[in-house]
């Protein structure tokens, strides 16, 4: 059954580079460290999409030859928000990306019955009601964590939240969107949906379990 979801706050990042790391990543074969390092890359990728829209302001540069009139962002404060576990996999590469951004943690846990989620940890940065907020998690499933840490989020003042993923279920998607009417997210594929066990399929198994060699 096709799961209709709100597509126009919905960026799918399937640039070529992405497609083929996409490819590796999902293969069972593919090891801890390769896995990590593809999550990381692919974090880069989401991030350039989700940071498109940053304001610029004019600055002079003094290049070799000359002076220049050139381009920088304009004070736009970032946090990065990991949900964890799995979430600290995209960390790295967004900060090798936005090396000045701050990094927040929501921990959330799913009851593997009823697949319900649970905050058990949660710290952010003073300010964060003046960031841009990058949630990120590689995976949306049922979209419960998700909704759980954008709420709160919002409940700590958060104007301007973007969930980056990997890879994301329509029942998901469709979940976080009508939870939050100004939330956008980014992610690598939206795939085909959730199996009996609440996983996504295709999908590539659990990305916690696959980026910290817990198997």
Known sequence: MTVPFDSDRVTVVDHPLVQHKLSILRDEQTGTKQFRDLIRELAVFEGYEATRDLPLEDVSVTTPICEATCKKIAGRKLAIVPILRAGLGMVDGLLDLIPAARVGHVGMYRDEVTHEPHEYYAKLPGDIAERICLVVDPMLATGGSAVA?????????????RFLSIVAAPEGLKTVLDSDDAVRVYTCSVDEGLNEAAYIV?????????IFGTL
């Open 149 to 161: 840490a954008l709420q709160y989020l919002r409940k700590q003042g958060a104007q301007d939240i």
């Open 202 to 210: 295709p999908g590539l198994g659990d990305a916690g379990d696959r």
